[in-house]
């Protein structure tokens, strides 16, 4: 039987395809390790080209990783189809180097963002938590919460899992950490940035969670720019506790006070013609500048 192209592949139903599949080989990514009933084990993401298509191909068997090269073209026997199109190599699978294909270059495009697509776009935290179940998003605050590790089950393995929570100073979303994730060395206060996260809704409440795509980094806090109206104020000589109308505090250095407000002493000014507008202007959790209106 002769080996079919990506086009008359996906005419095939889906399920086990006892014929054979010739494709060239446009990217990879991986090893990556999973858990499956209890054991570690690796999968390889491949990206198939031809003339005719671009399908995306999972490799379960190590011993058929090193068939799989950029470049190379290969002839797959005995694989899975699934619904979205995709081939999925097991152990059961043969997979034997062949002749050189020749992929056209928007399929060969088209393979590679099937391995590597584009990162989700960036958006605040207010756009992500109003986003529909299952939308990947990336986003950045500082954390603000953070809660003890736990485990829970994923089939038939305990997986570690924490969850934490991230703030822009406009919106907190809770954020779900797996496995190794939960290592981070990322603390409270600290302003990252979490690419790819995908975000879930449950009776109206939006958190987002890490997917095997996500990467979390530490990133400077942009100058975050908010106007208050300030009833009350506290604290000690080197820094002041102001309190907002809405209930929320802020820490501002008294120097950075004494720059904005008139007078020398900022207790009496504050107390004696609250509630006084303030533009502050922030970077996380800091305070740098403040302009009296």
Not at 41 to 46: A, K, N, T
Not at 87 to 116: E, K, P, Q, Y
Not at 124 to 134: G, I, N, W
Not at 173 to 195: N, S, Y
Request: proline share 4%; glycine share 8%.
């Amino acid at each position: 039987m002769a080996a079919t192209d990506i086009a008359h592949m996906r005419q095939i139903n889906p399920g086990p395809h006892a014929g054979t599949l010739k494709a060239r080989v446009i990217a990879t990514k991986g090893p990556s390790t999973y858990t499956s009933g209890g054991d570690q084990r690796q999968s390889l993401i491949v990206g198939l080209a031809d003339m005719t298509g671009a399908a995306k191909a999972v490799i379960y068997d190590s011993a058929q990783f090193q068939r799989y090269q950029a470049g190379q073209s290969v002839v797959i026997r005995n694989f899975i189809l699934r619904a979205d199109g995709s081939v999925i190599v097991t152990r059961n699978s043969r997979t034997f180097s062949t002749s050189s294909i020749v992929a056209s270059d928007g399929f060969a495009s088209a393979a590679s963002g099937l391995v590597h697509p584009p990162e989700a776009p960036f958006m605040s935290l207010e756009q992500a938590a109003a986003s529909p179940a299952k939308t990947l998003v990336s986003v950045r605050g500082h954390i603000v919460q953070e809660d003890l590790e736990r485990e829970v089950m994923v089939g038939s393995s305990p997986t570690r899992v924490k969850d934490i929570t991230i703030s822009d100073n406009r919106r907190r979303v809770k954020l779900t950490l797996w496995r190794e994730a939960c290592d981070m060395p990322h603390g409270l206060g600290t302003f990252i940035q979490v690419t790819n996260a995908v975000t879930n809704v449950h009776r109206g409440d939006t958190s987002l969670s890490l997917t095997s795509r996500s990467v979390i980094q530490t990133a400077e806090a942009p100058l975050d720019e908010r106007v208050v109206t300030i009833e009350g104020v506290g604290g000690d000589q080197e820094t002041k506790e102001l309190l907002a109308d809405d209930g929320e505090c802020y820490l501002v250095a008294t120097e950075v006070l004494s720059d904005a407000l008139p007078g020398e002493d900022i207790d009496t000014f504050i107390t004696q013609n609250a509630p006084v507008t303030l533009r502050l202007f922030m970077r996380g959790a800091t305070v740098e500048r403040v302009h009296a209106m």
